[in-house]
């Protein structure tokens, strides 16, 4: 019946004798993506019994009685708060269950640049669950994460994802994973140039760093000499993108229903990728290479009787290169990422973001640590300005670190282009304000945009201010 009994069956860490509480929460797990209906199961000798009527559990040679769970099951998080450690123990792993939910509210200064965009304030909601089980004495696990936001305004932005449904097994030096993830690399501020893996959610948010789940078969073994990691991804996911009535894109809009591929797979194409991971001294250096659709689109402009009309995306086949490393060296820490990318556009271009972060620790005789940020950001594709928008520009930031019982953040930075004065502010705060809540603000600003810059022109009155109240639960 589920995945989930036939992996428990398997494992020679299950207890046969295990507390009952813990088969129901196993199940509320899977029960929503399958047909509830009784069914008897083969576990190896072993019986379980779900039957419609009289609620007759037969596991082994033991028989407990309960009531029938009806097809909601209730609560997960009232499950789980029944079952307790000693129940997970016994079973020979262990299903934990975390998540948030958070109510945000966004008002932007102005109206946006399209008429669909006449409005100042905008609300939304969003819930992201995480369960988790391990068993094999935690050489194995399952994570389940799925994704779901309601917007006011964005038809695009209501949006369900599955950020992972990733089974990993540890034997050893190797490690193995397969479903459905989410990997990240990547060491500077202002942005992650090698950071591939995964297609950006753009409609979560501008700066890049939401991500879809990607499909993948990822397969780790671990050297004196660093880790070697090879990810086969089976299947391209577009990027998201802002719908007619959404803030923060393109004026006019990028057009979702009209997707162009390089390669006659389209989003069949398998992608690969290879990454070696080492510590040479203070330096923690990676170095990848990347074979398959890009991430990052082309963007074609249609034009009807004279006018533009809309933006439609190229998704090319590229290879690229990249070294990303990171050093601490006292207070500092020293950044750097680079790539080199070919079959993309007109010809093989590189890009760099090179910097530091300088920490003052302990200032003004408090627990708080004061941290300066410098970065460059570089690219030579510099009449590309829709796929490039940082070409030539420095970053400069502040992270405030409280280090108090309320966990208090901050983080301020502007990106300034050193060849036409456009910058672009953003600040990020946030704060714990009892068990299990917290307040974020976030707040992002464009000034001096040209119309040499498409980008920043189209999004200059879309300067906004953002506070979410998360819950953890």
């Known amino acids: ?3 989930f009994c036939y992996i428990l069956s398997k494992s020679n860490k299950l207890d046969t004798h295990m507390d009952i509480k813990v088969l129901p929460i196993i199940l509320s797990i899977m029960l929503p993506f399958s047909l509830y209906a009784a069914d008897t199961l083969d576990l190896d000798n072993d019986t379980l019994e779900i039957l419609d009527d009289g609620g007759v559990m037969e596991f082994g ?3 407990h009685t309960m009531e029938l769970l009806d097809e909601s099951l209730g609560s997960v998080e009232e499950l789980l708060s029944d079952a307790t450690d000693d129940d997970f123990n016994e079973a020979g792993g262990g299903l934990s269950f975390e998540g948030k939910a958070a109510l945000e509210f966004t008002r932007f200064y102005q109206t946006g640049l399209s008429p669909d965009q006449d409005y100042h304030n905008n609300s939304s909601f969003l819930i992201e669950p995480t369960w988790r089980y391990e068993w094999d004495d935690g050489l194995q696990s399952v994570v389940f994460t799925p994704f779901a936001r309601v917007d006011e305004q964005d038809g695009n932005r209501t949006h ?3 950020r992972e449904l990733l089974w990993t097994k540890t034997a050893g030096d190797w490690t193995v994973r397969a ?3 989410k990997v990240f690399w990547g060491v500077t501020e202002s942005q992650h140039l090698v950071n591939i893996i995964n297609q950006t959610d753009l409609i979560e948010n501008t700066d890049g760093e939401e991500k879809l789940g990607q499909q993948m078969l990822n397969v780790a073994y671990a050297t004196d000499y660093g880790s070697v990691e090879l990810f086969v991804l089976p299947g391209f996911r577009e990027r998201t993108f802002p719908g007619t009535d959404g803030r923060l894109r393109l004026v006019p809009k990028v057009a979702d229903d009209h997707v162009i591929y390089e390669s006659g797979a389209k989003a069949k194409h398998v992608d690969v990728a290879l990454r070696w991971a080492y510590t040479l001294g203070a330096w923690d250096v990676g170095l990848a290479h990347f074979h398959g659709t890009t991430r990052d689109p082309q963007y074609v402009p249609v034009i009807v009787g004279g006018q533009l009309v809309e933006f439609r995306t190229l998704y090319e086949i590229i290879d690229q290169t990249s070294i990303d490393a990171q050093a601490v060296k006292g207070d500092w820490l020293w950044k750097f990422e680079g790539i080199t990318r ?3 556009g007109s010809g093989r271009f590189e890009a760099a973001t090179v910097g530091f972060e300088y920490t003052l620790g302990g200032i003004f005789e408090t627990g708080s640590d004061l941290g ?7 690219d030579n594709r510099r009449s590309s300005e829709l796929t490039t928008p940082f070409d030539n520009d420095v970053y400069l930031g502040m992270r405030l670190g409280m280090n108090d019982a309320q966990s208090t953040e901050l983080l301020a930075g ?4 050193r060849s036409n004065s456009e910058w672009a ?4 705060a946030s704060r714990r304000i009892a068990e299990g809540w917290k307040v974020n603000l976030e707040a992002r600003g464009f000034s001096n945009n040209s119309r040499k810059s498409l980008i920043a022109y189209t999004v200059r009155r879309d300067d906004y201010i953002k506070l979410e109240l998360e819950r953890f639960f």
């Open 1 to 3: 019946m589920s995945l």
């Open 61 to 63: 040679d033991d028989t």
């Open 160 to 162: 369900v994802d599955i």
């Open 179 to 181: 479903g459905i993830g």
């Open 342 to 344: 070919g079959g993309q």
């Open 372 to 378: 300066f940020l410098a970065e460059y950001l570089y």
């Open 414 to 417: 502007v990106i300034i282009d």
């Open 425 to 428: 502010y953003n600040v990020e």
